[in-house]
């Protein structure tokens, strides 16, 4: 049973007794892993990429340098022009670029269209390490900064002496196409750590100032297009739409109960991960069930708003029951009717490991 309770706003967090945030400084490293291992997946694979492209090797080499040279050359100009853009749409439209510039390049029929794609995509590297880089700065006290730099600069380090053999090792087995493709596929699986990522963003909205999420696998975006027109939704789709849709207003302290299970290094972690939002409509609340086997049932207790509020919406998101064929539409979000409010209590059960969204409405 987890138990939430909304006072009105999040507490605001003393930096001399700030925790570490490991989890966000774990995945920035990650996300910087990803983006070099994509910048350098063709490193190891010039014969075959070659081969496929109908080119020399030394030819197929210039698509790394044509990537490099662009970041660096596009990077200022382009942080320039896009300095008024706000900062979420920018990461998401960036992501979306090179996710699109990824898939190009693994469908690409001849050497022209690799190139352009090794370009767009280098001019959207650019962009995203000059939003990302400083990201650690806004998420650490000061007296943190220098541990937090350290551990996500790791990130580009295991790249090029993890990454880049693993995807040599994927390429030469697979074939150079399906070595991007098959890293782009991970992502059909990620749409729980996502909305428990998103979650995370919300809960410390008091000192969060821009949420950047490089994606888990950096070689293909949350939607993309086929040849012909067809675009498709990937599941991780479904929890940022929510995020972006309702997660503003006031990021509230849900003060949560819940099961937990043993990790090695820890301890005791809840299986249900919570955030809250209330805007002046409504409130909204995301939730994720860890529980690979076993429902959660969620009781909440929302008296101390003394208004009147009715079930909106109820939605969850299934994680981990298979991933869906090359050009399939991903599944959305199902509804569920099995949300209750009486007298200020609230409650629902979340499916195992699965990402939940339900509304209140003010009436």
Wanted: aromatic residues 6%; proline residues 7%; charged residues 15%.
């Amino acid at each position: 049973m987890s138990d939430a309770a909304t006072p009105p706003r999040a507490p605001q967090h003393p930096e001399a007794s700030a925790r570490f945030p490991w989890v966000g400084m774990i995945a920035l490293a990650a996300a910087a892993f990803l983006a070099v291992t994509s910048e350098t997946l063709p490193t190891g694979l010039l014969p075959e990429m070659g081969a496929g492209l109908g080119v020399t090797t030394p030819e197929a080499g210039v698509l790394v340098s044509i990537y490099a040279f662009t970041v660096v050359i596009a990077a200022t100009p382009l942080t320039a022009l896009t300095r008024r853009v706000p900062r979420r749409p920018l990461v998401v439209i960036v992501i979306v670029v090179i996710g699109l510039s990824a898939l190009l390049l693994a469908l690409a029929p001849n050497y022209g269209v690799a190139v352009v794609a090794r370009i767009t995509g280098g001019m959207a590297h650019g962009v995203f390490w000059a939003v990302t880089g400083a990201y650690a700065g806004h998420i650490v006290p000061p007296h943190q900064l220098a541990r937090a730099v350290s551990i996500t600069s790791s990130g580009v380090s295991l790249a090029l002496i993890l990454g880049a053999p693993l995807a040599t090792i994927l390429g030469h087995a697979r074939g150079w196409r399906a070595a991007f493709i098959v890293v782009a596929c991970l992502l059909v699986v990620g749409a729980v750590v996502v909305g428990t990522m998103l979650n995370a963003l919300i809960k410390n909205a008091d000192r969060v100032k821009i949420g950047c999420q490089a994606q888990l696998v950096n070689v293909i975006a949350p939607i993309f297009t086929e040849p012909g027109g067809k675009a498709l939704r990937q599941t991780i789709f479904y929890p940022y739409l929510y995020a972006s849709k309702y997660g503003n207003g006031v990021s509230l302290n849900a003060i949560v109960k819940s099961p937990e299970y043993e990790c090695a290094e820890h301890g005791a972690v809840p299986l249900t991960d919570i955030a809250v939002t209330d805007d002046e409509k409504g409130i909204s609340v995301f939730a994720v069930n860890r529980d690979l086997e076993e429902a959660v049932s969620i009781a909440a207790d929302i008296r101390s708003f003394d208004e009147k509020f009715k079930i909106a919406e109820r939605v969850y998101l299934p994680g981990g029951e298979g991933r869906p064929a090359r050009g399939a539409q991903a599944e959305g979000p199902k509804k569920l009717t099995d949300a209750k409010l009486e007298n200020g209590r609230l409650g629902f059960e979340t499916p195992p490991r699965s990402w939940n969204f339900l509304r209140l409405e003010r009436i």
